[in-house]
């Protein structure tokens, strides 16, 4: 595609439901990261996939944040039991490289605004 | 424990003038600094970088300053127009992630 895509753009979710948020990549990309946006905060990092690997989840805030890419592509970031503190934007960012550090032209996507009420 | 953070929450300026973001980091083991604009219900878009062996970098209308000795950081943009109101973000990489400053709200009056 011509850029990030996530999925939905607006979730609205009651405590202790279960949410997925969507990532399509741009075409191509071999990395791929997410961060959580607090209002009014920097984006702050999750994880991070190079390929289909997941090779670094040291962001994710507790056990019921789980990501996946399975095919390499698009990816999933679900929050089991959502809390209100997990309201936040959650951005999704592709890269071309390869490399394991994050390229500093990652593009990022609009972002899934999740509110937990 | 080390971070990235701004001196000013918001900027606000006419139309024309030379707006100058500034950006405070603790560690000194970063090698690439990158300053984002985030408009609102957008993602971060990249603007400029530079690596940690330079002192200045330009681009279109912007130039990014990076003093190591006092571990700070500057975004000029000349000519602001009003289609520079944003948030800027100054991040910093280490290894696999960076790490995003709170952001400087930039408001430009016609």
């Known amino acids: 595609g011509a850029g990030v895509s996530q999925s939905p753009r607006y979730k609205v979710a009651k405590r202790g439901q279960d949410v997925a948020l969507r990532c399509d990549p741009i075409?191509?990309?071999?990395?791929l990261f997410w961060y959580q946006q607090a209002l009014g905060q920097g984006p702050e990092f999750l994880t991070y996939?190079?390929?289909?690997?997941?090779?670094?989840k040291s962001g994710l805030p507790s056990d019921r944040f789980f990501a996946e890419r399975p095919e390499g592509s698009v990816s999933t970031l679900k929050i089991q039991r959502t809390q209100q503190e997990d309201s936040a934007v959650y951005l999704c960012?592709?890269?071309?490289?390869?490399?394991?550090?994050?390229?500093?032209?990652?593009?990022f996507g609009q972002g899934t605004r999740l509110t937990v009420v | 424990g080390e971070n990235v953070g701004l001196h000013l929450p918001t900027l606000s300026v006419q139309e024309g003038d030379n707006s100058i973001i500034n950006c405070a980091y603790s560690?000194?083991?970063?090698?690439?600094f990158i300053w984002y604009k985030q408009e609102s219900g957008k993602g971060p878009q990249f603007i400029i970088d530079?690596?940690?062996?330079?002192d200045k970098r330009q681009g279109q209308r912007v130039t990014v300053l990076l003093n190591k000795t006092v571990k700070h950081l500057s975004l000029q943009i000349a000519a602001t127009q009003p289609g520079d109101s944003a948030v800027y973000f100054c991040?910093?990489?280490?290894?696999?992630?960076?790490?995003f400053g709170k952001g400087t709200m930039l408001l430009v009056s016609p």
């Open positions: 560690n000194s083991a970063s090698d690439y």
């Open positions: 075409s191509g990309h071999v990395s």
């Open positions: 530079i690596r940690s062996n330079m």
């Open positions: 960012a592709s890269s071309p490289n390869r490399t394991i550090k994050l390229n500093t032209e990652a593009f």
């Open positions: 996939f190079q390929n289909e690997a997941q090779l670094d």
């Open positions: 991040a910093e990489r280490r290894y696999s992630t960076l790490t």
